[in-house]
């Protein structure tokens, strides 16, 4: 609808509300349109210099030939030279000393467990848990109880070559009353009531079937076979009764039997090399309270 326009002179637009609001028609200040011209320069130079342009192959290059994983790249690499250049010494001490040397040398095991964190995550989490807390089925590093030794020369054998913890499956050459007994044996054992009269027929068939000579008559354990200790508190599987039995009923890693447990710990020589090794079983002996 078309007004008249009250104000002829004073350079609105001729919108008008309420009677007397308008819309006039200034020019931006000068200060804004500096910023907004200078915001456009930015905006063309920024898209010639960085890749900016989407084409329909992909994008343009920019003239500064930057990308965000270049950049990423170069700040990585400086990181590690920084890191190879301050750590030169421990580096070297690592690769050349055996690892009762570096046990002897207290800032060269602070350095060892320090770096070992993230490699332990890596590696051998997934089994032993975070932290060596262990897993169902997996033993626990974090703790003074070994089934091979807690001597750091021991440890680090163990993640050189790996282990395979052998017992046989007696569930063929034994009676089920037998098994019975025998577990119940190991379990007063493990309870320091191993003399108990109660027991005496478990006692009798762990002596005479052969347990005793990988377990030790006390039940001790034997650390070169792996031969775990049954004589305390600490359960390489499980204390349950029915765990004992399955134990002795199908042994650990017994060839041919489905039931058996497997207790497999790969061998780390060739897939770390010999420094991550060191460094690694420097870092386990710290976490099983350094025994
Ligand atoms: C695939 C699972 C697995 C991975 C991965 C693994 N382990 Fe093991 N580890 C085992 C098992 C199973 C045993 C017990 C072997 C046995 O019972 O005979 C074991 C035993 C050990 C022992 C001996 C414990 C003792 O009581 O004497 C040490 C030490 C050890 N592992 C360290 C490591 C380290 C360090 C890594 C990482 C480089 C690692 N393991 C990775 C499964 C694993
Ligand atoms: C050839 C040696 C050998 C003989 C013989 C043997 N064991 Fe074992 N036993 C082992 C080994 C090795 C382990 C530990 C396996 C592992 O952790 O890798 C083990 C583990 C066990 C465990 C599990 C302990 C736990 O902490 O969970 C029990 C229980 C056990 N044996 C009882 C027996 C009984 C009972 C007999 C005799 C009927 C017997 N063993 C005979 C080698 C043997």
Sequence with gaps: MAHENPWPNEGNTGHFWDDDIRELDNPPPLWWMLAYYAGFVMIVFYALYYPAVPTPGGHTKGLAGWTAIGEYHEDFDTLNKWRSEKFAAQE??????????????????DYAVATSKALFGDYCAACHGAG???NKG???LADDDWLYGGEVATIYQTIVGGRVGNMPAYGAMLTPEQISNVADFVIAMSNGQGEDASVAAGREVFNSIGCAACHMPDGSGMAMLGAARLNDKV???SGEKSEVIRTITHGVNAMGEKDTRPAVMPAFAERLGDKEVKRLAVYV???GGGK
């Design 132 to 134: 060596g807390a262990g």
């Design 138 to 140: 997996y033993p626990v």
């Design 285 to 287: 002996h710290s976490l």
């Design 92 to 109: 070297q001490a690592l690769a050349t000393k055996s690892v009762d040397e570096i046990l002897a040398d207290k800032n060269l095991v």
């Design 235 to 237: 359960w390489r599987f």
